[in-house]
DNA sequence: GTGGTCTAGACCACC
DNA sequence: GTGGTCTAGACCACC
């Protein structure tokens, strides 16, 4: 679980820990099945209070990320995600909408962010796609 | 200046004034040297205090994106937004991560968010670019 | 934390707190690390209501002396700063040109001048300079 | 007269040009018994509001700058600036303490200090010190 | 009339 | 308990 936190940062802790293991899926270094650290553990491990993994992990539930399972542990549930397309989409369209605006103002090329885009896809998900 | 707030948004109000100004300089709504309402003004037209406004207008001035005279109120000034480059490439490498990360693990194709991209960009930025 | 505010002055008071903790910063008071009181305290302790204190905590952010962690307060962040290096030295010759110019118009021979300035590098920063 | 005026600067319209004149002085661009442009003359020229100019020509009185004749517009009155050395030596330091404090911070040594103000000594003062 | 500063108080997200 | 956001209202400097 390579969670690079960072306390500073304007995203709160529970989104950082979400998007990591997010992350962590999309790279194929957290498959189906596999299970989580508990939130004590992990609390633990990236010095955060256990309520905050708990936020996380409820968050990653409710999207279809996870699976908590009584008295057991979280466990990957990746098959579940897809039925969270739609949503997905819209948040990212409005996240695109704000990336593009600032592009075009700054003059950066439609290109070159394509390019950053590819790169991160490489990079992410050079081994699943 | 069409602002479309949304105040059941997580987004706060004042990212959102923030945003639309920049959707605005994109799309060439905003240009070089228009003058932005006052807070007041802008205030009362959107719905919500001006300090609110300011600290929308605050930001974009700290971001290059606008200037503000001292009793003529706040300028659009597009020409400095490009000492800002690298920082936005950061930010924006950032949130693609997420969104990347994302859309791989939810099966979304890389061509169709390089397609969304390209939608956006012909949208805001058909005039300009 | 020792801040000597004067409310009859002009400068505005977000900006003393501000100077008073770079001064602290100087002269080895506050050391990298150490934690800035929440701003609800030192509003309390030195009179002032907390949003002012917040103003001169972001700003102290903005420039690179402080960070500002989600739910932990304020801490002196003393490495950052050296990036913003010629920011400063751009705005202290501004500062410096309205000094020299008021010193020759006044005969105030230039050797008084870095003679003061001398003093207020011994006296802030002897144990570190 | 070579004002150099920044309207978006936090520092007010009418102190740049009590500086600007300040600095013309010290230059010798400005020698005792010159004439100055009657404030609605410069106003145009500079492009502010007459009244701005006068409360900047105001101040100068104030300082022992200019003498402001009744009917016949201001003139520089140089010898008058001694007296006010004291007082411009206690808002001097206060502001070279806090350039140094932020020198210190920033790691800036104090040779580079003295070295910018000298340049600046030499710059302006070069015919009359 | 403009933004700048400051106060006061509220609710909230986060931890 | 922490800062973040937002409102409301006041006074002020500036122009």
């Given at each position: 679980?390579?969670?690079?936190?960072?306390?500073?940062?304007?995203?709160?802790?529970?989104?950082?820990?979400?998007?990591?293991?997010?992350?962590?899926?999309?790279?194929?270094k957290?498959?189906?099945g596999?299970?989580?650290?508990?939130?004590?553990?992990?609390?633990?491990?990236?010095?955060?209070?256990?309520h905050?993994?708990?936020?996380?992990?409820?968050?990653?539930?409710?999207?279809?990320?996870?699976?908590?399972?009584?008295?057991?542990?979280?466990?990957?549930?990746?098959?579940?995600?897809?039925?969270?397309?739609?949503?997905?989409?819209?948040?990212?369209?409005?996240?695109?909408?704000?990336?593009?605006?600032?592009?075009?103002?700054?003059?950066?090329?439609?290109?070159?962010?394509?390019?950053?885009?590819?790169?991160?896809?490489?990079?992410?998900?050079?081994?699943?796609?």
């Amino acid at each position: 679980m390579l969670l690079n936190m960072d306390f500073a940062s304007d995203e709160p802790i529970y989104m950082q820990i979400r998007n990591g293991i997010v992350t962590g899926i999309a790279t194929g270094k957290l498959r189906d099945g596999d299970p989580l650290p508990s939130v004590r553990t992990l609390g633990a491990d990236i010095g955060v209070n256990l309520h905050t993994v708990n936020k996380a992990y409820k968050r990653l539930q409710s999207e279809g990320f996870i699976e908590i399972l009584r008295n057991r542990g979280a466990v990957i549930r990746a098959g579940d995600s897809e039925k969270n397309v739609v949503q997905f989409l819209e948040i990212a369209e409005n996240s695109l909408k704000n990336i593009v605006s600032e592009a075009i103002t700054r003059k950066v090329d439609r290109a070159i962010i394509h390019q950053i885009m590819d790169n991160i896809f490489d990079e992410l998900g050079g081994n699943t796609q």
